[in-house]
């Protein structure tokens, strides 16, 4: 693609690097903002800026946030002996929204996943192992993406735990609430049937 | 969505403000430059600035430029008597790519479009229309898009310019080089009945 500007082109670059973006959107995206006044501008590149110089990560949970503790860590109503292991923060926001859990998170920033070069100890698993040891921690839950990269995560996070009196679960896989039966996958619905649960419990909630 | 950071929050808007980014892609673009070096995210952030700061856009076409001409209008060899008219520099992109062309274009800047509040006046008309005055020009092309706004356009121009000594022509439309018959619409396939050529200029070039 022949730009007919290296500022263009630049801007163009920067915007392609970006995931799932390719040059062709790319350059969509950098004419929609030529478009805009020089104030508008400004404030996109202070944006982008800003996140380097301003986000903070939570020093108890590795969330994002803007003060030294986020906002579910600083909150004393939420269950602090219950974790719950995620891979990012886009997991939290997705847990959240469900407005079923109580306890706080743990961000890994990651899962382990030699192919791309990440080992544990790219990941946030010291702070975990601390709290642990220090009986902070009544239940871990790991909430990980069901790929063969999370659950080697999940594993090698137990072996280092070596639980004791500490309880550690995972989210239960099965069929999709509202999905027909014949749509399931079958290592899916393999699954929902070895662990099948006492019909009872689906409608006596706690 | 709920974001644990302002600072995180306004990036995403910013980037929710382009076309066709929505606020979970949004996030995803943010999360990915949050993972960057200081240096690479003030790459990033100063290309944005500099778009605004440096572009320049050709004194005599209207398309982007680093310079007072752009590259195609300083170019002695290109024949400047001959003007395609066209919406954006994408367009100028997409027909220097077929490597077709020789002549000159003119970019607009859009299109008529009154359901978008643009007008004739918003658009780059008034050097076009200075510049076959001053009979400079012994071709115009409209290449817009074959839409009701590019129409509109291409005919509110055909009038201003009252053609006297100035050939005006437009795009072929047809049916595409290598498609089958029957998927082509059925306008398309109309107006490349109606608009037959003679068998021999398909293969005699010029």
Redesign the interface.
């Known amino acids: 693609?022949?730009?007919?500007?290296?500022?263009?082109n630049?801007?163009v670059?920067?915007f392609a690097?970006?995931?799932?973006?390719g040059k062709r959107?790319a350059?969509?995206?950098?004419?929609?903002?030529?478009k805009?006044s020089?104030e508008e501008?400004?404030?996109?590149?202070?944006?982008?800026?800003?996140?380097?110089e301003?986000?903070?990560y939570c020093e108890n949970c590795g969330?994002?946030?803007?003060d030294k503790k986020?906002?579910?860590c600083a909150n004393p109503a939420r269950e602090h002996r219950t974790v719950c292991v995620v891979e990012?923060?886009?997991d939290?926001?997705a847990i959240?929204a469900t407005r079923s859990y109580r306890g706080i998170y743990h961000v890994l920033g990651g899962v382990i996943s030699p192919m791309d070069g990440q080992g544990p100890e790219d990941l946030n698993i010291p702070t975990l192992l601390t709290k642990v040891r220090e009986d902070k921690i009544d239940e871990i839950i790991f909430a990980l993406s069901s790929t063969m990269e999370g659950d080697t995560t999940n594993f090698y996070i137990y072996k280092k735990i070596s639980p004791s009196d500490i309880t550690v679960t995972t989210l239960s896989r099965g069929v999709s609430v509202g999905s027909e039966l014949h749509y399931a996958d079958e290592l899916t619905l393999g699954r929902s049937i070895l662990q099948r649960l006492p019909f009872e419990s689906t409608f006596k909630s706690k």
């Open positions: 693609m022949d730009l007919p500007s290296k500022y263009l630049e801007a670059e920067q690097s970006l995931p799932s973006i959107s350059l969509r995206l950098v004419l929609d903002l030529l805009r020089p501008i400004d404030r996109f590149s202070n944006a982008i800026k800003g996140i380097k301003n986000i903070k969330n994002i946030s803007d986020c906002v579910i990012d923060i886009r939290i926001m959240e």
